[in-house]
């Protein structure tokens, strides 16, 4: 049985580290669609940075200069 929780652990641990790897995004930054720049455009709410990934999903980089 304790096996079987550390397994689980690291499975959660692993799960975890995989989600967050790929998205910088942070709490400042804050995707919206605006239709009015284009079908797959999206403005920053926080800084206006605008992004235009594609139809697939909405950006999850943040491009706020630093």
Do not use: E, H
Not at 2 to 20: M, T
Not at 38 to 66: F, I
């Amino acid at each position: 049985m304790p096996i079987l929780l550390l397994f689980l652990l690291v499975a959660v641990f692993a799960y975890l580290w995989w989600d967050r790897r790929g998205s910088s995004l942070t709490r400042q930054c804050r995707w919206r669609l605006d239709r009015g720049l284009g079908p797959t455009t999206y403005r920053c709410a926080s800084c206006g940075a605008v992004n235009d990934p594609g139809p697939s999903k909405p950006p999850r980089q943040c491009l706020r200069s630093r």
